[in-house]
């Protein structure tokens, strides 16, 4: 049986996550020769690289001895909240990279308290003490106030702590003593990171995220909570309004490096991809064809602010995009609806007008900025 260990990643802004995630990739030798080691590889949407933030989570898996790591991404931001939740409920565990001079920042408390409610075990990372200015045992203090302050267990608060510089690809338990490589990490990936429970029974997973493909349409990701899924089987697709429908998995993917590969089954654990699912929606069971249970849904924060859509009526009416009609509006607010789990739209009882609501103005404003350059047109 594969071991496994699902980790998220959580940190700042700038302080290194993209370069670490790419060090690890390169550590478990999946990085291929053709991609630059330079570029960011977790954010590649445009607006997310401008802003500085992950906002679509994405998975990457790297092998390392007998073990297959998960890492899951997680977005840097409170407006994301919506995201957070579901990405953590894959993990077991939490690697919180924290920069040495700056320390832990503001807008990090919000998702490591969640990681810290729902029990994760956390690895924290101290990275940059290359830089001149660190202070990587005063920011290591601020990290522990902080997670007693976010009233963390006896155990998390035992958290082990590595440093190092993901530039310079190593870490070592000790930032006086640099070394060759980053393994120090990986071991204490290894050694603290507790492995996935096996549960025994029929297969159930929880459909935390999805993926598009032009050639097999939306694809269902999510962990295998319970019992076994292979390719080719019979499942059910629990609905929230409690339907229930009969599906086949077409086929069946685990992560590997950056991308997926196909294989005939997966266990309890491990994060997967579901090709030939239809009609589900994030937060739906996949489960047992003859005795579906479903799990219990994810809780969302709910909306903390709107604003009102409409079709762009003005003097300057097509002048910039390409999609302006009303119908354009609606048919991409819906579109949203999927992947976007935080946000609400209604239609408003004029023609033509919706009220969207999100988590904060960061939030709210990547929608609009998004479809702006997608080509709609919109008041
Ligand atoms: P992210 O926003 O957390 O993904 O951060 P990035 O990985 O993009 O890194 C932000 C900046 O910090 C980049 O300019 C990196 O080259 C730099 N950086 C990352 N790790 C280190 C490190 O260990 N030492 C130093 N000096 N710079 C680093």
């Not at 958290?159 to 990986?186: C, V």
Request: glycine share 8%; proline share 4%.
């Amino acid at each position: 049986m594969q071991k496994i260990r699902n980790i998220a990643i959580i940190a700042h802004v700038d302080h290194g996550k993209t370069t670490l995630v790419d060090k690890m990739l390169l550590a478990g030798q999946l990085f291929r020769e053709n991609q630059n080691s330079g570029e960011l590889i977790l954010d590649n949407n445009d607006l997310e690289r401008e802003r500085g933030i992950t906002i679509l989570s994405k998975n990457v898996s790297i092998r390392y001895k007998d073990y297959k790591i998960n890492i899951i991404d997680t977005p840097g931001h409170a407006d994301f909240g919506g995201e957070v939740e579901r990405v953590l409920n894959m993990a077991d565990g939490c690697l919180l990279l924290v920069d040495a001079f700056e320390g832990p920042m503001p807008q990090t408390r919000f998702v490591l308290q969640k990681a810290i409610q729902m029990g994760l075990k956390p690895i924290v990372v101290i990275n940059k003490v290359d830089k001149p200015n660190c202070r990587p045992d005063e920011v290591q203090e601020m990290v522990f106030d902080l997670m007693f302050s976010l009233d963390a267990t006896e155990d998390q608060l035992d958290f082990p702590t590595i440093y190092g510089s993901a530039k310079q690809n190593w870490m070592s338990t000790d930032w006086k003593n640099r070394t060759e490589d980053i393994t120090p990490l990986l071991d204490a990936i290894i050694e603290n990171i507790p492995e996935p429970a096996y549960l025994e029974g029929t297969p159930q997973l929880l459909i935390t995220s999805l993926d598009y493909s032009s050639y097999v349409g939306r694809i269902a990701i999510g962990r295998v909570h319970r019992g076994e899924l292979h390719e080719g089987q019979d499942v059910a697709l629990c609905k929230k309004d409690g339907s229930i429908s009969k599906q086949r998995i077409k086929e069946l993917h685990i992560f590997e490096g950056l991308g997926r590969t196909k294989v005939k089954s997966a266990q309890s654990g491990e994060i997967c991809a579901l090709i030939g699912i239809e009609g589900f929606e994030i937060g739906d069971t996949i489960a047992d064809i003859q005795n579906p249970e479903p799990l219990k849904r994810i809780a969302i924060d709910e909306p903390t602010m709107s604003m009102t859509f409409t079709n762009n009526d003005s003097p300057f009416f097509g002048k910039d995009g390409k999609f302006v009609t009303s119908r354009h509006i609606a048919e991409r607010l819906e579109k949203e609806l999927d992947r976007n789990l935080a946000l609400r739209v209604e239609k408003a009882p004029e023609d033509g007008v919706w009220t969207v609501y999100g988590r904060g103005v960061l939030h709210l404003s990547i929608l609009i900025e998004t479809m702006r350059r997608e080509g709609y047109e919109l008041q």
